[in-house]
């Protein structure tokens, strides 16, 4: 029974999605199960990860293949990188926000790699290098993020060390047989490989033993 007295029968139905945010929302079912069975994933199992009937795909997109594409565009996106780096906040202590910046850039290249693997494509995360206009994206976020009277390098040089890293660190050929994880990348931004600093972490090296 409702507050005003009149009594409600069965549930209410839910609002239909608008075309675009049914499409949207049929994006985001689909790029996981890409990742996981790549191109060879039939119409009628979208439609079952993005809880639709299969005719309401074909209606959406027109055919499984322009939903694949749609979701490769959707997960190359770099503007989904660029929102979640905006999100860290400025105030919060230079090593957090090290640390912040390279997992999520780790995060980017991983998720790339094996999301590309999947699909039978090869190249860079699109706006991760290279383009005059994802640069200055990037710059300018790392600008907003970082003082320039808290670090001892220029901004633009912090940003690119940090993107190699990260990025050089996500790929499996080159982190083999040393593997680094975000904490170790942070601590070598910190405080560097010169004794006396005043390290917070200590890497592991592939055989258990601890390394100053």
């Not at 029968?9 to 049914?22: M, Q, S, V």
């Not at 790549?38 to 074909?58: H, K, L, P, Q, Y």
């Not at 980017?108 to 994802?134: D, V």
């Amino acid at each position: 029974m409702r507050p005003d007295g009149f009594v409600v029968l069965g549930r209410e139905r839910a609002k239909p999605l608008a075309p675009d945010e049914r499409r949207a929302a049929i994006i985001d079912a689909v790029i996981p199960l890409i990742r996981e069975k790549g191109r060879d994933i039939s119409s009628r199992e979208i439609a079952e990860a993005a809880g639709v009937a299969e005719g309401t795909i074909f209606r959406a997109f027109g055919d499984k293949e322009s939903v694949i594409q749609a979701a490769i565009q959707r997960f190359m996106d770099p503007e989904l990188l660029r929102a979640k780096l905006r999100g860290i906040d400025p105030d919060e202590p230079t090593e957090e926000k090290v640390r912040q910046v390279i997992q999520l850039l780790r995060d980017r290249l991983t998720g790339f790699i094996g999301f590309m693997s999947a699909i039978g494509m090869n190249g860079p995360p699109p706006g991760s290098h290279g383009e005059p206009r994802q640069d200055e994206e990037w710059l300018g976020i790392m600008a907003q993020l970082f003082r320039e009277d808290e670090v001892a390098v220029p901004i633009p040089a912090l940003a690119f060390y940090l993107r190699m890293l990260a990025f050089g660190s996500s790929v499996p050929a080159f982190n083999e047989p040393y593997p680094f994880t975000t904490d170790d990348l942070t601590d070598f931004v910190m405080h560097g490989i010169l004794p006396g600093t005043a390290r917070t972490h200590f890497h592991t090296n592939t055989t258990g033993k601890k390394k100053n």
